[in-house]
């Protein structure tokens, strides 16, 4: 089965890129690799949700974040070598701005893990590193990035 027809099984279709919000572009491709930049939870312009995971942000509500960072960057990905080409999520660095006490990192950074998987299979099982941060972009509570071999 193609990703894109995976895709339209789960119900989801990629998203426009998200524009930058600095001086970046949102993936390039070295090699066999592809590393996006770190993705917001962009949704037609604007951040989903904002705050700090365990304030004002559930976790249930940061997964959903992490969960449309991956769609950004698989759209990124999409517009820079076309989504049929990944062969492999490599790792995903999944960023969580926290309050200090919240441990719950890996839970949230799940979100964009369990979808990557969904869509790829085994071939979405990847190298993952989940971080509490205290502040992130805009406010953003979750940013993702992922590094792709494509063939």
Do not use: W
């Not at 004002?56 to 769609?71: G, H, N, R, S, Y």
């Not at 369990?114 to 406010?139: K, M």
Request: with cysteine; charged share 20%.
């Amino acid at each position: 089965m193609s990703v894109a027809e995976r895709l339209a099984e789960l119900g989801i279709t990629l998203p426009d890129v998200a524009k930058p919000v600095a001086s970046y572009i949102p993936c390039v491709t070295t090699g066999s690799l592809a590393y996006t930049s770190g993705q917001l939870p962009m949704r037609d312009g604007q951040l989903i949700t904002t705050g700090k995971v365990g304030g004002e942000v559930t976790p249930e509500e940061a997964m959903a974040c992490a969960k449309q960072c991956a769609l950004n960057a698989l759209a990124a990905i999409n517009a820079e070598i076309g989504i049929e080409r990944v062969t492999r999520i490599v790792k995903a660095v999944v960023f969580v701005a926290s309050t200090p006490d919240f441990t719950g990192q890996p839970g949230v950074a799940n979100g964009a893990s369990e979808l990557l998987g969904e869509i790829f299979g085994d071939a979405g099982r990847h190298a993952r590193s989940a971080v509490g941060v205290p502040v992130l972009p805009l406010d953003s509570p979750v940013e993702v990035e992922l590094i792709v071999e494509f063939a």
